[in-house]
């Protein structure tokens, strides 16, 4: 809505300064920020009074969880993604159409994740919602973004695969492109949340992302960056940079209520729907292969899980002593801090790996 003030700076110059993404986005920082820090409090205390005993615990899981972590509250993901979605509304402009095709997906992939985690909840068990139908509705919601993406793309670079390294190799994949976008888009919400299983484990690796694909929007959205550089320019992305920007700051307020010993848990709430976010924006910023890169942990998570259920199933043995493969580091004897913060660094370093490829082409 800010945005909107472009308009007056005819009259009030000063005003002028809401034109630029990285001003409103380092304000959508700010606010989300703000925002969660204000009202986290009181959201954690309104949802251990409804939950009562919390998130249920894995009983087979490491037996440590089921003493530290038994009552604590979950559907976090709510702080979070009213903070984006506040910061968002506010500071982005609010024509882009590519800002709301990334909300529908946020917002379609919260509202399964935070159906999921109150089934659990009331339920006092695991199973949630059914993996089958889960998947055909995030399906569902991935296709209708994908189709408004590629129309608002130019054919036959909308539906077309780009390589990182690469100046000119394009792949165009008519529209099996949409089945491919939407593959990444709900691989990337579940692989998300198979890494959300400690204390800060998932929050930080997506603020990571965000803030790596905060850059990367603005930078395939400016004719002359994109220029410069030699990747793809995409008009209207820049705008995504805001909304990678709402995300970092909700995240950065999270993660004081999530540090260890959390306050609360993230759930399927959040980890589902800012997988999706993520998972959009590559699709989005024609940065698809990119995010594999970027994305490296909640990749090697859900590769962890697909290796140990088809090898145990061929085999009937086990590869990881757990999986996901956090676990496997836990029944090893590693302490939950050493594994989050390992994590956090294998994900930084995957970051800069995945934004080298911005030059080196």
């Not at 909107?4 to 920082?29: P, Q």
């Not at 999706?276 to 970027?294: C, N, P, R």
Request: overall charge positive.
């Amino acid at each position: 809505m800010l945005y909107w003030l472009v308009d007056l700076s005819d009259k009030l110059s000063v005003l002028n300064v809401f034109r630029y993404i990285t001003f409103r986005t380092g304000g959508a920082v700010i606010t989300a920020l703000l925002f969660v820090f204000l009202f986290g409090q009181h959201i954690i205390d309104r949802l251990r009074l409804l939950q009562g005993k919390g998130q249920p615990i894995r009983t087979d899981g490491p037996k440590s969880h089921l003493i530290a972590k038994a009552g604590t509250p979950t559907m976090g993901g709510l702080m979070i993604l009213s903070g984006m979605l506040v910061s968002t509304l506010l500071w982005a402009n609010p024509t882009n159409p590519y800002v709301w095709v990334v909300l529908w997906v946020t917002l379609g992939f919260g509202l399964v994740g935070f159906y999921d985690d109150y089934l659990k909840v009331t339920k006092q068990s695991h199973d949630g919602f059914g993996g089958r139908i889960r998947l055909v509705i995030e399906a569902v919601i991935a296709g209708i973004a994908c189709l408004a993406l590629v129309r608002l793309g130019h054919a036959p670079f909308s539906t077309s695969l780009v390589f990182p390294f690469f100046k000119e190799l394009v792949l165009n994949l008519g529209w099996f492109f949409v089945l491919f976008a939407m593959f990444i888009i709900v691989g990337a919400g579940n692989a998300v949340n198979l890494t959300d299983g400690l204390d800060g484990l998932a929050i930080v690796p997506v603020m990571i992302a965000s803030a790596s694909f905060g850059m990367i929007s603005y930078l395939s959205g400016n004719t002359v960056f994109a220029d410069y550089l030699q990747i793809h320019y995409v008009a209207g992305t820049g705008e995504l940079s805001v909304l990678c920007g709402a995300v970092l700051g909700a995240g950065l307020g999270f993660l004081w209520f999530n540090a260890p010993p959390a306050s609360i848990f993230m759930g399927d709430t959040g980890s589902l729907a800012l997988g999706g976010m993520l998972g959009a924006v590559a699709i989005a910023t024609k940065h698809e292969i990119v995010l594999a890169v970027i994305g490296g942990l909640f990749v090697l998570e859900a590769v962890s899980v697909i290796v140990q259920v088809v090898s145990y199933k061929l085999t009937g043995r086990r590869v990881f002593k757990m999986a996901p493969i956090h676990h496997h580091f836990e029944q090893l004897g590693w302490t939950e801090p050493q594994i989050v913060i390992r994590f956090w660094i294998v994900a930084v370093v995957l970051a800069l790996a995945g934004l080298s490829t911005l030059k080196l082409r």
